[in-house]
């Protein structure tokens, strides 16, 4: 089995007590948008204040050598990071301290989560009780828009500036027309945290069945609100292999009796269903969020050559083509954009350096836990991969949360097959 913490101190129960309280808030805080509430980023006093505890947790417990024994490839990750970033600065990239505090919060935060775990310091349970918690805040948010819009309690152009004024961010909107029902599409920057989390707990048998059962049937309604056609494939692929997994499970009069209702519920939602999917994959608004990535796609293989081994550097942009004046240096083929930034070198020393990190880590917990948790992991892992191939996914506290949600539920259920053998 994996090895405990080699050194034997503990930490005092305050301590304990206090960056408990700040992971639980943290999680809870994923409810919001962006963090954010009347203009307070919750999330970024969180979460300094819990990267410090981690810095005194590390060096209480570790020596200058043990540090650089037990932290290898973060230093060289980090080390790369800091590099590219000063080297970006010199060159005059104004944007290269933001893109670097954006790039690294997941790693210094998903380094800090794994030395409390490792530590013994988190309450796990109650942590993953948070992160239900907090993925049905989401869910209900998302679903209270949408009936006040249904209700005609507030208007189409009133969605976008309230999440501003209330939520300090912008969302993506658009209306659907389906039959004589006008529906309101909402799309946050952290809405991607639900769609990775919420399988796992679908699953977890310390969690009731009407919870669980309710989660995936909130999980349904939250991705047809936020229809974005990759989570609504991701969704359905989730929801395939829990299809299989309490298929098995089921008396053969029970499967038979759910074939039933499902064929005759057919008759009442085939239609809205069906013309859900040609709104959102077969319309001209598909063919123009297209043309917008083959052109991305044209123009970074045109500019990636000029500085293909270095980059441009942290921060840089393509000039005379931006998709954001707040973050520039953002854009929907992520992967190409990071090759324009850092060339194939700090790519592979910095954002494949990430992956092996989280991989790493992850692994220790994954290689013991029951195939279910297993499967959803390597899903989860292969989603997270496919993601920045479209759309922005590993920048930000927000797209973060998702490797350090992972890797708090693979910890979970290790402690809970090691509890039980």
């Known amino acids: 089995m994996m090895k405990g913490n080699e050194d034997m101190k503990t930490e005092k129960p305050y301590m304990m007590t206090l960056i408990n309280g700040l992971m639980y808030l943290l999680v809870i805080s994923y409810i919001l948008p962006a963090g954010i509430i009347g203009g307070i980023s919750i999330q970024r006093i969180l979460i300094y204040a819990i990267l410090l505890l981690g810095v005194a947790v ?3 417990r570790n020596s200058f050598k043990e540090l650089i024994k037990r932290f ?8 790369a990071g800091v590099v590219w970033w000063i080297g970006s600065s010199l060159k005059g990239e104004e944007y290269s301290t933001q893109f670097f505090s954006l790039l690294y919060v997941t790693v210094f935060m998903f380094i800090a989560v794994e030395i409390f775990i490792r530590s013994d310091i988190l309450n796990l349970d109650f942590l993953v009780k948070c992160i239900l918690i907090m993925l049905f805040g989401k869910i209900l948010e998302k ?13 189409y152009e009133q969605v976008g500036s309230l999440y501003v004024e209330w939520f300090g961010t912008s969302v993506t909107t658009m ?7 006008e529906f309101v599409r909402v799309q946050s920057s952290s809405d991607a945290v639900l769609f990775f989390l919420s399988p796992f707990l679908w699953f977890l048998p310390q ?5 669980r059962a309710a989660l995936f049937l909130g999980t349904g309604i939250f991705a047809v609100i936020v229809f974005s056609r990759l989570y609504l494939v991701q969704f359905f692929s989730f929801g395939l292999i829990a299809v299989v997994f309490y298929g098995k499970q089921m008396p053969k009069k029970v499967k038979m009796a759910a074939a039933g209702v499902f064929v005759v519920s057919a008759f009442f939602w085939i239609r809205p269903m069906t013309e859900l999917i040609r709104i959102r994959f077969f319309s001209d608004s598909v ?36 998709r954001s004046t707040e973050a520039p240096f953002s854009y929907e083929l992520e992967y190409l954009s990071f090759l324009y930034q850092l060339g194939i070198i700090g790519f592979i020393f910095i954002i494949v350096g990430m992956l092996y990190l989280y991989i790493k880590h992850i692994y220790e917990y994954f290689q013991y836990n029951q195939k279910i948790i297993q499967i959803l992991t390597l899903a989860a892992g292969l989603w997270y991969l496919i993601r920045p191939l479209f759309n922005p996914a ?3 506290k927000q797209n973060g949360f998702i490797v350090i949600g992972i890797l708090i539920i693979n910890a979970y259920c290790y402690k809970k097959e090691t509890s039980v053998s």
């Not at 209306?175 to 029902?181: A, N, P, Q, R």
């Not at 123009?299 to 942290?314: K, Q, S, Y």
């Open 58 to 60: 590390v060096i209480r």
């Open 72 to 79: 290898k490839a973060e230093i060289v990750v980090i080390g």
């Open 143 to 155: 679903i209270g828009i949408e009936i006040l819009f249904l209700l005609d309690m507030i208007q």
């Open 175 to 181: 209306t659907m027309e389906v039959g004589s029902l």
């Open 207 to 211: 969690i009731k069945k009407g919870i």
């Open 287 to 322: 063919s123009e969020s297209d043309s917008i990535r083959m052109e991305q796609l044209s123009r970074f293989v045109e500019a990636i050559p000029d500085h293909l081994w270095l980059g441009n550097g942290m921060g840089s942009y393509l000039p005379d083509y931006l």
């Open 394 to 396: 590993f920048l930000g």
